[in-house]
């Protein structure tokens, strides 16, 4: 799996057991997951759950100090220069020279990549109506992000990687610059991986999820197959965990009933018809928010049973 | 030319909006045979949206047998949907308008009827799957 996979069969990305240490405090382990090539991932968890980390090893800044990752086929500590090229990045703060105008902010993204598409990033800002002759600290926190987002497309990346792009805009400066990544991502087949807190923005926006909590992934895979694998139980309170169809992910007890989001085994399930129960197909957001809520005991349990030991789960996102 | 919205608070997933609004544009003539729709760009920039999302929206319109793509033209409106006859519309009314009548009688609010209603194609929906 170290080798270089340069043919077009190569996920957009891949983490194999990838770990980083702070000290004595792992701030990611153990995170195994695949993007594939034109997939729009959202990047859930909470402060410090890891997403930074992440991002920053996908994108070369901070070296693993277990496992590996590698985009488009090329790993971490080989061809560094090969896998940045391939990676373009916006993080949090939209950081720019300020005393920069645009057209020097331009000039040194040509100095620094080879691929840099001039024409792309001038057109861009055309359309935008933002002047190559403005200096960076005159402009808006919302002009400053597309300035940002156009220094990344213009590099002609294949994968974009956004850490929270959008938290520090307005609301109308958000859904402008999402309609930039989404519009280029319809025209170039970009594989695009957001880092936010905003979910109920997520779900238009990303056909794939990963969510991070406790510098581990809870859940990742196709947006898809994880809403028709799951689902809503309302039971009646006393129901033991172990008697569910399914894992529980997340419990909410009322005086006489309980409503549970599971990984429903849905073969278990359909043999599980009982009085008294009712499953309901779950939202995007109530299955992130079940997973961001997860007890941790529940899921180190769930990192030291085997898949194959628990019926209720379906095996196929979870790691391999 | 045709503009979709999305409702980001309505529970409905996103292509299934999308799917929603080229039917109920449909029904009421807002689109025709042979319209144009937007491409999978113009959607997917307009409503800040995944153009998968767009993609998969136009294949089940297309599945329903509602719009095609024309090779390097864009995808068409190819069909018309149009509302049962006037006189079928009469007779389901007349029937409502009994059936409402009969809940008023058993104490139903309009809030009750809804509710009951929200049920019941809720169940039938849940039967057909």
Known sequence: MTQDDAGGSAPALRADRLGRRYGHVWGLRGCTLEVPAGAIAGLVGPNGAGKTTLLEMIIGLLEPTEGQVSVFGVTSRSHVAARLARVGYVAQDHPL????SVADMFRLGRAMNPSWDQGLAQARMGALGIPLKRKVKTLSGGQRAQVSL??????????????????????VARLEFMREVMASAADTGLTVVIAS???SELERLCD???????????VAGPVDDLLAGHRLLTVPRATPDAELPGLPIHRTDSDRHSA???????????AHQRPGWQADPVGFEQLVMAYLQRRPQTAAADDT???AARPGLAAKEVTR | MFRFRLDGASGVPPYLQLVHQVRQSLLLGYLQEGDRLPTVKEVAGDLAINPNTVVKAYRQLEHEGLSGGRPGQGTFITSTLSLPPPEAHQVLRAALERWLRAAGAAGLNDEAVTALIAVARHDMRKERV
């Open chain 1, 260 to 270: 549970v989001v599971v990984r429903a085994d849905l073969a278990l399930l359909a």
């Open chain 1, 208 to 218: 794939w999820l990963i969510v991070l909590t406790g510098g581990r992934v809870q």
């Open chain 1, 305 to 307: 049973v085997p898949a």
């Open chain 1, 150 to 171: 156009t220094m990344a497309l213009a590099k002609r990346a294949p994968l974009l990687v956004l850490d929270e792009p959008v938290s520090s805009l307005d609301p």
């Open chain 1, 197 to 199: 807190h905003v979910v």
């Open chain 1, 97 to 100: 020279y300020r005393d920069f």
